[in-house]
């Protein structure tokens, strides 16, 4: 319910290749390039409940309509464009919010049609539990997944806003950042005023030890997290891993 599918719209979706002519979006992975390569103590990770599930709870484009384009927008609009932009400032194909910006597609904003949907699954999960759980978040990420498929612009704008708001939270103690959560090597106050158990607020998610590179990072001597390896590798073959080992695998 409230996604348009624009796949048959043939300067949109180029049906052969099964790809859209707009260009991407994804989620954020930022990793602070002059602090990597050593291990942190005292480090916080504040973890946002449902990022993307929040961004749906906000206003999204009306794609019933036919954009306007390659124009100012006016209030109450939602546009799109290619650009750079955050701090990895990486090109993407970003929804813009700020009335008076230029953008190449342009629609009327309208409340979002995803509300109950959201609202409903996020209380259930509060009350679920393991396997239950479980498969709410899934069922909330797989609505995502499939907007995805279906209407770039509304993925576009959940994505756009879910990384906009944790880009302006990036500082210079800011170690490694994805589109739900900042690892800082210092406490963070700021965002310590936004915990709570509401969609889209925070909960410090770790405490202690951080050691990252542009390949994964690792907390506490934990099984590391990094791209390309599942944790039940490192579990297997790296048990109770030390300093020394963890960073040899860094390197390699």
């Known amino acids: 319910k409230g996604v348009v599918d624009l796949t048959g719209n043939k300067e949109l979706y180029d049906s052969l290749y099964g790809r859209w002519n707009l260009g991407a979006i994804s989620g954020l992975i930022y990793f602070n390039q002059k602090l990597s390569g050593k291990r942190y103590e005292h480090c916080y990770c504040y973890d946002r409940r449902s990022a993307y599930s929040a961004a749906m709870l906000e206003p999204i484009p009306n794609t019933n309509v036919t954009p306007r384009k390659n124009d100012y927008l006016k209030k109450g609009e939602i546009g799109f464009r290619q650009m750079e932009h955050g ?59 499939y907007i995805r498929r279906k209407n770039p612009f509304i993925h576009s704008c959940i994505l756009s806003r879910a990384r906009y708001f944790i880009d302006s939270l990036i500082d210079e103690n800011t170690l490694y950042s994805n589109t739900d959560s900042i690892v800082s090597r210092v406490q963070r106050p700021d ?10 607020q ?16 690792q907390w506490n001597y934990e099984s590391p997290s990094i791209r390309g390896r599942s944790k039940e590798w490192f579990k297997n073959a790296y048990n109770a891993m030390g ?3 963890f960073n040899t695998i860094y390197k390699s």
């Open 243 to 245: 300093d020394k080992k």
């Open 87 to 145: 701090i990895n400032n990486e090109n993407n194909f970003y929804a813009i919010f700020e009335e008076g910006a230029l953008a190449e597609y342009i629609f009327p904003a309208i409340e979002s049609p995803f509300k109950h949907f959201v609202e409903f699954y996020y209380k259930k999960r509060a009350k679920a539990k393991g396997v239950e759980a479980d498969k709410i978040k899934q069922t909330l990420n797989y609505a995502v997944g």
């Open 202 to 217: 925070f909960k410090i998610e770790h405490k202690g030890s951080f050691a990252f590179n542009g390949s994964g990072y």
């Open 191 to 200: 965002i310590e005023k936004l915990v709570g158990t509401e969609i889209g």
